[in-house]
């Protein structure tokens, strides 16, 4: 065999290994179907139920205000419930899919660490933009409840791309 041949057919073979390792690794992470809720507006608070979070782990909402509807996503991760924007703004995109410890732009694929909001991987455009949390409070009847104006405060800080 011509040694000229052998060496670039290995390299393309470690190659070809080693991405469906890479493939079949992220295949293994639970990806979860969103699921739409409507949240209940009353007065400052806006409220989702805990149990659909627990029960279906990749719960949509959008909530109206005076500058049009805002997007956000609420899930559980070992344990923790986590209440972020729902944006990525140089795609524009407005669906994530949570998978595993990530939320995957829907749109350009892009990959936000579900922990820290933090893009790690995909365009580097969008990886600028991280996912602002929002604070919430879980009540004794079960409901997630933010603040309206903290709901507002993380979608603009989701708009905002971070220092270079």
């Given at each position: 065999?011509?040694?000229?041949?052998?060496?670039?057919?290995?390299?393309?073979a470690?190659?070809?290994?080693?991405?469906m390792?890479?493939?079949?690794?992220?295949?293994?992470?639970?990806?979860?179907?969103?699921n739409?809720?409507?949240?209940?507006?009353?007065?400052?608070?806006?409220?989702?139920?805990?149990?659909?979070?627990a029960?279906?782990?990749?719960?949509?909402?959008?909530?109206?205000?005076?500058?049009?509807?805002?997007g956000f996503?609420?899930?559980?991760?070992?344990?923790?419930?986590?209440?972020?924007?729902?944006?990525?703004?140089?795609?524009?995109?407005?669906?994530?899919?949570?998978?595993?410890?990530?939320?995957v732009?829907d749109?350009c694929?892009?990959?936000?660490?579900?922990?820290?909001?933090?893009?790690?991987?995909?365009?580097?455009?969008?990886q600028?933009y991280?996912?602002?949390?929002?604070?919430f409070?879980?009540?004794a009847?079960?409901?997630?409840?933010?603040?309206?104006?903290?709901?507002?405060?993380a979608?603009?800080?989701?708009?905002k791309?971070?220092p270079?």
């Amino acid at each position: 065999m011509n040694r000229r041949l052998a060496i670039p057919g290995v390299v393309v073979a470690l190659v070809a290994v080693m991405l469906m390792a890479g493939c079949s690794a992220s295949a293994d992470a639970k990806t979860y179907a969103a699921n739409w809720v409507t949240p209940t507006v009353n007065g400052g608070d806006v409220t989702i139920p805990a149990s659909v979070v627990a029960s279906k782990n990749d719960v949509h909402f959008k909530v109206s205000t005076t500058q049009g509807q805002m997007g956000f996503v609420a899930y559980a991760l070992n344990g923790v419930t986590q209440v972020r924007a729902r944006l990525c703004v140089p795609c524009r995109g407005e669906s994530f899919t949570l998978k595993g410890d990530t939320l995957v732009c829907d749109a350009c694929g892009t990959i936000f660490s579900a922990t820290t909001g933090k893009g790690i991987g995909g365009v580097q455009a969008c990886q600028s933009y991280p996912k602002a949390s929002v604070p919430f409070t879980t009540s004794a009847d079960g409901n997630i409840t933010m603040k309206l104006n903290d709901l507002q405060t993380a979608y603009d800080k989701t708009l905002k791309r971070l220092p270079q």
